[in-house]
């Protein structure tokens, strides 16, 4: 088990980050896991999450978090309550990659990783509260699956292929952003709708999020 290279370190801290902003508990178990087997050479600041109590503690959250996250309504209560606690997190988990010995690069960790906690917390909230508004609820469990599964294959190909990781985190930078922009698009024009509905004034209805404009019809030619 070989010591984590310069690569490794930066994807490895842009990866817990972000993955911190979509599950911060899995993150801990999966990093708290990696370190007690043997699986990974932790940097010295992360090895004190392969305490036996950290993985316990972790695993319990895990599990309540897996369920909480796949009920309509309740994950974004849960989002909401997690908005104070991802993004500080993120930003201590990446600067423990590099830890007191790096006090500089810790600092920009820090900075980056709490960014990008930020802005997949963000990306996650705003998506699953515009999901929340059909009242089907498989799409909302298919959304949280998806999450469930990007976390660890993040964190996995960071420490495996971090110039692979780079580029595909831009794209899921880039992704996030978009789902921001337009999922809160839509939350303010239904916001908007309910305000016009208990006012009495003409409702004339919110298009749906991820649901694109359709042309004009064509007029059809005059003889």
Aim: proline share 7%; aromatic share 10%.
């Amino acid at each position: 088990m070989t010591a984590l290279d310069t690569p490794q370190l930066l994807a490895l801290a842009a990866a817990v980050g972000w993955a911190s902003g979509v599950r911060l508990y899995l993150v801990v178990l999966l990093v708290s896991l990696a370190g007690y087997f043997g699986w990974v050479s932790l940097p010295n600041g992360l090895q004190m999450l392969a305490h036996p109590a950290v993985i316990a503690a972790s695993g319990f959250m895990v599990f309540v978090e897996f369920f909480a996250d796949k009920v309509p309504g309740l994950d974004s209560l849960w989002d909401m309550v997690h908005t104070a606690i991802r993004i500080p997190a993120g930003a201590a988990l990446a600067a423990s990659v590099f830890g007191a010995d790096h006090a500089v690069m810790a600092v920009v960790a820090a900075l980056m990783g709490g960014g990008f906690a930020a802005t997949a917390h963000a990306a996650k909230a705003t998506t699953r509260a515009a999901i929340n508004t059909s009242p089907e609820p498989f799409s909302n469990v298919g959304a949280s699956l998806v999450e469930d599964s990007a976390v660890p294959a993040g964190l996995w190909l960071a420490v495996a292929h971090p110039l692979v990781f780079g580029l595909v985190f831009v794209l899921v930078l880039v992704l996030s952003v978009w789902l921001i922009a337009k999922s809160w698009r839509f939350l303010r024009a239904l916001f908007s709708r309910v305000a016009r509905i208990f006012s009495g004034r003409p409702d004339p209805g919110v298009q749906s999020a991820f649901q694109f404009k359709k042309p004009p019809p064509e007029e059809a030619p005059h003889v």
